[in-house]
Structures are given as C-alpha cells and as structure tokens.
C-alpha cells in the first residue's frame, strides 16, 4: 500500500483535519500521481456538510486535481513518469454501458466511480479525493494538463472548467448569442470566460453588485443585478441561453423571464433543496429548462487542450491546507476571486 496523508471530514459537523489513510499499489493499468494542487469546489464543501444527504465519512474530498505521475503500472501506454496530469470528478465507470462506450461517463448507468464519496468497482472500497498528496487512479479516467499552463490554476478546470464547457458545446453557444451566466463563483466565472471564447454576448447575473469589474475583465459586456427589479425588467425576454451556477435557493422563474422565445437556461447548480417552477415561465415562450453534470473523459480532454492553446485559466487564490475551514466558510460568502486552489505542498506541514 502506498501511505497518503489529506484532510477528511469526520462527520458533517467536524470540518476537516489532517487524516493519514493508504492507497492501492499500481494495478497495471494505474499511474501513481503526486497531487500538487486541488482546487476548493462548492460541491465538496455541499458534500462534507451532508447537505446532499448521501455523505459517507471519513470523506477526503476534493476533484480537482492536478499532479505528477511519479509511477505507473506496467500495461499503462498514455502517460510516463513527470507527466503533467489531472483527475477530475470521478475515476472509473461500467465501461459497458451505452454512455460509457459513447464517451459520456458521468453518465453511465453501471453507475460511475466518483473521485470521492463514492465506492470502487468492488462495491465497498471507499474512494479519497485529491485534498491529500498521492493518488493511484486508472489512466483511462486521467486527464494530460498541457505544459506551459499554471498548474495552480488549471486545477479548477477538472471541474468547473468542463461543467461550464460541456453545456455550452452541447447547445452550441456561438458568436453573437446573447448568453446570461448566473452567479459569478468557481462555475460562474469559467462559464464567462468559455462563452466570451465561444463569440457569444456575456452577462452576468449576479447577487453582488460589487463584482462588475471582475465581470467585465472575465469578459462578460454586461451585467445585472438580480436584486434590481427595473434592470431585471428590461432585461426580459433578450437571452439566448443562460448558464445557472447557483449554490442556493434562487428565483429561476425571474431567470426564465429572462430568456427570449425558444431559449434555453440550463441549471448546472446544485442548491440543497427543489426549486420551486412556475409551469407559465416555461409555456409562455416554450422555453427549455435543463441540467447538465461535469463532462466525460474525452470532452474534458478537449476543455483541456482548448485552454492550452487558448490560455484559459481559472482565477485562484491558493491556500495551504491548514486554511481549507475558512476557506469554506469564505466560499459560501461568496469572497473568493474565484476559486480557493490548495497547494498540497503543505499538507504534511
Ligand atoms: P461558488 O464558487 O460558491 O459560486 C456560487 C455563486 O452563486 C456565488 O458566487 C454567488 O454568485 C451565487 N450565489 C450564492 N448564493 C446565492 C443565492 N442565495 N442567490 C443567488 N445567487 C447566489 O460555487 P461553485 O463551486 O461555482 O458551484 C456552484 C454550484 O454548482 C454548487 O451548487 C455546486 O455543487 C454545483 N456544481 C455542479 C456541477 C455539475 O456538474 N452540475 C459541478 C460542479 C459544481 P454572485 O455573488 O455573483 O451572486
Ligand atoms: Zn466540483
Ligand atoms: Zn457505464
């Protein structure tokens, strides 16, 4: 066994602290990855407070990971030893079913591995995440970083980066659309950045009248203020699509009256209970509302190589370990500019 030292979670009250766990020696098809960073996404801080009700604990979150290999086993042919790579939200699926053979793995209906908080292929081995320094994950579900991007921040492209990329592929956002991208957090802000890449129109809808300037440096042309009835009003009926990103309850019908005739708002937020919806905001319009989760393997891979080429980063404030509780608290407060990313040098200290 290989010894791992992270943070967990006890229960949903403890928070987290230093916690010494093992991880498997190297099947052969596994590479041994050195975490260096871990970006701090909301849904590990929704999962270690059981605010989704299926937490297990001990739980080392994290998934958004990004690291060295310092190993591999002896059937592994994508990756060698130095290589710069990345473990994003789950780390094996059924490989059978249609989703898997069509390269959409979070959906797969064997049921796919989460990186954390989930269970192994054998039903019962718990999985770690990536607040911690070493992990051994299956190169099919690993990620090539390109060289030359700040490791730092690229981290929270393995989850952030791809729940924001793949909604806006898959409904085709292009140049000229007007795009909302509701709540500018760790989501929200990849998602104005991929959609002003993309060519679209970007606006943010946001809570905080104060992050204007980061919105329009994050290249969004404009920005609203959901509290602000006259300039909701105006707004009405003007976007294409919208990107929702919210962590909490929120008022989507006010976000539906948003969207122009056949428009679409995609909910990729999680807040902890249902969200109420009035059946007019959607018939009135025929308007789509949908969801969509993170993004498959191949998908993430080409999320990745765009960034590269195109040099799209995340804006992060690192942190070591030791602060990760109140980075919690700051991140549910919304001050993070705009993602907390763990420097997992410090994890031992
Ligand atoms: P985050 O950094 O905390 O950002 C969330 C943003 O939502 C905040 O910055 C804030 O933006 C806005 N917000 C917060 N509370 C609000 C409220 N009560 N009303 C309106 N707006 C509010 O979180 P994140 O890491 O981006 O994650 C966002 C959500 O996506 C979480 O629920 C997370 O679990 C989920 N998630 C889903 C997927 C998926 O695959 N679907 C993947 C990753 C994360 P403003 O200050 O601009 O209003
Ligand atoms: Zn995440
Ligand atoms: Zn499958």
């Given at each position: 066994m290989i010894k791992a030292q992270g943070y967990a979670a006890q229960n949903a009250q403890s928070g987290l602290a230093p916690f010494a766990f093992d991880r498997r020696d190297p099947g052969d098809h596994d590479v041994v990855i050195q975490i260096l960073y871990c970006g701090v996404c909301h849904s590990?801080?929704?999962?270690?407070?059981?605010?989704?009700?299926?937490?297990?604990?001990?739980?080392?979150?994290?998934?958004?990971?990004?690291g060295r290999v310092t190993r591999k086993g002896k059937g592994v042919t994508k990756f060698r030893e130095g290589d710069l790579v990345g473990v994003g939200c789950f780390v094996d699926?059924?490989?059978?079913?249609?989703?898997?053979?069509?390269?959409?793995?979070?959906?797969?209906?064997?049921?796919?591995v989460l990186t954390y908080n989930g269970v192994e292929r054998d039903g019962k081995t718990p999985t770690f995440g990536g607040y911690s320094d070493v992990i051994v994950t299956d190169e099919n579900y690993v990620l090539r970083v390109p060289e030359g991007i700040d490791p730092a921040a690229a981290a929270p492209l393995l989850c952030a980066g791809i729940t924001t990329y793949s909604p806006l592929r898959h409904w085709k956002v292009s140049p000229g659309q007007r795009v909302g991208v509701v709540g500018l957090g760790g989501l929200g802000h990849m998602g104005v950045k991929?959609?002003?890449?993309?060519?679209?129109?970007?606006?943010?809808?946001?809570?905080?009248?104060?992050?204007?300037?980061?919105?329009?440096?994050?290249?969004?042309?404009?920005?609203?203020?959901?509290?602000?009835?006259?300039?909701?009003?105006?707004?009405?009926?003007?976007?294409?699509?919208?990107?929702?990103?919210?962590?909490?309850?929120?008022?989507?019908?006010?976000?539906?009256?948003?969207?122009?005739r056949d428009g679409t708002i995609v909910l990729v937020g999680a807040p902890e209970k249902p969200l109420p919806i009035a059946a007019f905001g959607l018939v009135m319009g025929r308007k789509t509302l949908a969801g969509s989760l993170i993004g498959g393997i191949a998908e993430t891979q080409e999320m990745l190589d765009y960034c590269g080429e195109k040099g799209i980063t995340s804006d992060v404030e690192v942190i070591p370990m030791q602060q990760i509780n109140e980075a919690y608290d700051r991140t549910v407060k919304g001050d993070v500019r705009y993602r907390f990313v763990i420097d997992m040098k410090s994890v031992s200290v």
């Open positions: 590990d801080i929704h999962q270690v407070r059981g605010e989704w009700g299926n937490s297990t604990f001990p739980m080392v979150p994290g998934h958004e990971i990004v699926s059924c490989r059978e079913c249609g989703s898997c053979k069509e390269g959409t793995e979070q959906f797969c209906t064997g049921g796919m991929f959609a002003a890449s993309f060519g679209a129109e970007v606006t943010v809808i946001s809570t905080s009248a104060r992050k204007e300037a980061d919105a329009r440096r994050l290249g969004a042309s404009q920005f609203l203020v959901s509290s602000d009835p006259s300039a909701m009003a105006k707004a009405m009926g003007s976007f294409d699509f919208i990107l929702d990103t919210v962590s909490a309850m929120h008022d989507v019908n006010a976000l539906l009256g948003l969207l122009r």
